[in-house]
């Protein structure tokens, strides 16, 4: 059985850095690519970065390009988000997901698994 569980999320300044990881288990995390979504009260869930299973290629929301870096350790399990240059509107509930196909997608139904989420919450 496949499990995601993310971590690191909390409240942070605008202009401030967070660091988000997420570690998999059950399955061969080495050939799934990763994705980070995220949700806010009241707004459907948004797509944020995906990594391929080598890392070699990854892709960004428009709204995140140039602030958030998304990466992964194979001999660990993990992949990371980290958030630098954070905005009051990047707060949300933070979701990593996996796509045990392999595909680098922004589409929430192409992911298989997912984390319980953490908050992240950008003060102004």
């Known amino acids: 059985q496949v499990q995601v569980v993310e971590s690191g999320g909390g409240l942070v300044q605008a202009g401030g850095s967070l660091r988000l990881s997420c570690a998999a288990s059950?399955?061969?995390?080495?050939?799934?690519?990763m994705g980070w979504f995220r949700q806010a009260p009241g707004k459907e869930r948004e797509f944020v970065a995906a990594?391929?299973?080598?890392?070699?290629?990854?892709t960004y929301a428009d709204s995140v390009k140039g602030r958030f870096t998304i990466s992964r350790d194979n001999g660990k399990n993990t992949v990371a988000l980290q958030m630098s240059s954070l905005k009051p509107e990047d707060t949300a509930a933070y979701y990593c997901?996996?796509?045990?196909?392999?595909?680098?997608?922004?589409?929430?139904?192409?992911?298989?698994?997912w984390g319980q989420g953490t908050q992240v919450t950008v003060s102004s």
């Open positions: 059950g399955g061969l995390f080495s050939r799934y690519s």
């Open positions: 990594i391929s299973w080598s890392g070699q290629t990854t």
């Open positions: 997901a996996l796509d045990t196909r392999g595909l680098v997608t922004s589409r929430p139904a192409e992911y298989d698994y």
